[in-house]
């Protein structure tokens, strides 16, 4: 049986890569790894709670359980005699709801699609369910592995797509339309304005970085500094987390430039080339600024290097870093998506709003 490692995953996803027009709608899907499944897992079963009983939490112990159901599920694995906890049919969806609006796939999606095409896929005759599951789930499948792929981890976050545009509409009309289009008081978004509007200057800052560089390692460099900054203000210079966030950036900065000097290479070895490879006919990311597509690829790269990472041992601090877990001044998933329900039709679009306006002031005409 073929010994299967963290660069066996990472030779999956390259393939899914090469061959993603058959494969999925986008050529920016984000791939999760473990780590990012079982926390797309945790933020799934505690909305199900929510929906449920009115509480945005969920057990260590019904994440565990509920996690190694679903792999052995996804898989096609035998799951009779295996315990899971309620609603599961529910959490299912919601997971992959998540995954599906946040544009991303698991790689146990990637794994299916790829066995789906196994004459362009074909390494993957030799991958098992089983050894892809014993991989996920953090088991040591192979002795005597050589491959050295010890990359850390960097910060993921996801939004769902749809609380996204509520929160960018949100501070959009009020920084377009002042006060007078703010919603009222009584509206739950109202006292996170501030939060809301920092965190929409964000992302403007980033896609400011991408427009306006052609660079990609100028780019990257810099996409990092903004990020590093977001996570460390506030924070004591001397703090050992300041001091991780720093080591982390300088660790992702050094892999990005890796990535695009081994990609100038190999462009630079296709020129010389009596017959250089054709021009893909569909560009990556042809929807971003001209200037912002190597960047965006450098990028991917190093997420896709992310999910071929081996799952975290110790799942609580994972999960659970708000409960003491771990000793740095971190926040949780959990704890970052615990936000407030958002009340119908409490911001009414502009254009309805401009209309009720103008009848009202025919109403005190007449």
Request: proline letters at 4%; one cysteine or more; aromatic letters at 6%.
């Amino acid at each position: 049986m073929a010994v299967f490692n963290q660069k066996s995953v990472l030779d999956m996803i390259k393939e899914f890569r090469k061959n993603w027009r058959a494969l999925c709608n986008s050529e920016r899907t984000t791939l999760c790894g473990a780590d990012s499944m079982l926390l797309a897992l945790q933020l799934s079963m505690a909305e199900n709670n929510k929906q449920h009983s009115g509480e945005f939490t969920v057990s260590l112990s019904d994440v565990l359980l509920t996690w190694k159901y679903l792999l052995h599920e996804k898989l096609n694995l035998p799951v009779e005699n295996m315990d899971v906890t309620d609603h599961y049919e529910d959490v299912r969806k919601i997971y992959d709801d998540f995954l599906k609006n946040s544009n991303m796939l698991d790689l146990i999606d990637v794994y299916q699609k790829c066995r789906a095409l196994t004459s362009n896929c074909e390494n993957y005759n030799t991958i098992s369910p089983s050894q892809l599951l014993d991989f996920l789930s953090g088991k040591q499948y192979a002795v005597g592995d050589e491959t050295d792929l010890s990359i850390p981890t960097s910060p993921t976050s996801k939004y769902n797509h749809d609380n996204e545009k509520v929160a960018m509409s949100f501070i959009r009309t009020i920084e377009l339309g002042g006060k007078g289009y703010a919603p009222p008081p009584s509206d739950p978004l109202r006292t996170h304005v501030k939060g809301l509007s920092n965190f929409i200057n964000f992302i403007d800052k980033l896609d400011e970085i991408l427009g306006e560089i052609p660079n990609p390692s100028i780019a990257g460099g810099q996409i990092l500094s903004v990020i590093k900054m977001q996570l460390i203000k506030g924070q004591n210079s001397r703090d050992p987390f300041y001091k991780a966030i720093e080591e982390v950036a300088q660790d992702l900065d050094l892999r990005i430039k890796n990535i695009i000097n081994s990609q100038e290479g190999v462009v630079a070895l296709s020129t010389t080339d009596i017959s250089p490879a054709r021009p893909k006919s569909h560009a990556i990311n042809h929807g971003t600024a001209y200037c912002g597509r190597d960047t965006v690829k450098a990028l991917l790269i190093l997420l896709d290097e992310e999910a071929a990472n081996a799952p975290t041992k110790n799942k609580a601090e994972l999960l659970y870093d708000e409960e003491n877990t771990i000793h740095h001044h971190g926040t949780s998933i959990l704890t970052l998506f615990r936000s407030p329900t958002q009340v119908n039709n409490s911001i009414k679009p502009l254009r309805e709003r401009i209309c009720m306006s103008m009848q009202e002031k025919k109403i005190k005409r007449v």
